[in-house]
Structures are given as structure tokens and as C-alpha cells.
């Protein structure tokens, strides 16, 4: 259990780094480039969606690799072993949806609950994010939608 609780605290912190630099970089690119405003949401909206998917492989990659070993617990049901199953078990973890076709066993439940809560954090950030950037040209719309800014 020890061994599972380093491999989860490193895993989420390698997440959480990731995301905090993802969002970081975005935000400051998105405040130096000359952009209408929607392209910039759209900008930060894929940046966050590379954000996430990179953040999904991590966790993927490692259900893979303790799969293979299988001290820690292993993933059953659906399942072959491969990485593109761990991928996609990881895909509907992190995001909450848990179809439930894989079922992690053992240690591995406890590394799967730990990204649900990761993913939900980090997509919610993700969201307050682009809420913000977005709110800052609310204000300055039409009622046709446009905004003032010619950019």
C-alpha cells in the first residue's frame, strides 16, 4: 500500500505541474497575441483539451506498466492488457464517467479514485480558466454578439 500511495502522490503531482503549465503558458500567450476574443477561447479550449489528454496518457501509461507487474493490482473485464485499454480506462476515470466495462482490482482501486479526483479537479480549473478569459468580453458585447474590440 505504501508503494501505491509514492506512485499516486507523484503521479498527481506530475498532473497538477502539467495543468499549472499548460494553463500558465496559455494564459500568458493568450495575453500577448492579437486575436478576436473568440479565437482566443478557442486557443485556450484546445490548449486545455492537450492539457488533459496528456495528463490521461500519464495515468494510461502507468496502469499499463503496473498492469504488467501485477503486485499492485491489475485491470479485468473488457479487458486484453493493452496500453490502449489502460488509455481508455484512464480516458473514463479521469473524467468521471466510469462505464465500468474495467474494473481495477486491488491497489489499483485506490490509483483510480485518485485520478477521478484529479481529473475533476483539473477539469474544473480548466473551466474556471476559460469562464474567466471569456468574461472579460462579456461585458464589452452588443446585442448583436459582437464585440466593441476590433480584435
Not at 492537450?50 to 503496473?66: N, P, Q, R
Not at 480516458?91 to 481529473?119: C, K, N, Q, W
Amino acid at each position: 500500500m505504501l508503494a501505491m500511495l509514492l506512485i499516486n502522490s507523484v503521479l498527481v503531482t506530475v498532473a497538477v505541474t502539467i495543468h499549472y503549465e499548460f494553463l500558465f503558458r496559455t494564459y500568458r500567450l493568450l495575453r500577448r497575441i492579437t486575436l478576436r476574443y473568440r479565437y482566443r477561447v478557442l486557443l485556450g479550449v484546445f490548449a486545455a483539451l492537450i492539457a488533459h489528454l496528456v495528463e490521461i496518457w500519464l495515468f494510461g501509461i502507468s496502469y499499463y506498466l503496473i498492469n504488467l507487474n501485477g503486485a499492485l493490482g491489475t485491470l479485468q473485464g473488457n479487458f486484453i492488457g493493452s496500453l490502449w485499454d489502460c488509455v481508455y480506462f484512464s480516458f473514463t476515470t479521469y473524467s468521471t464517467v466510469g462505464y465500468g466495462d474495467i474494473e481495477p482490482i486491488g491497489h489499483l482501486r485506490f490509483m483510480a479514485g485518485m485520478e477521478s479526483l484529479t481529473g475533476l479537479v483539473l477539469i474544473t480549473w480548466s473551466a474556471s480558466m476559460l469562464f474567466l478569459e471569456m468574461q472579460r468580453y462579456w461585458g464589452d458585447m452588443d446585442d448583436r454578439g459582437t464585440s466593441g474590440d476590433s480584435l
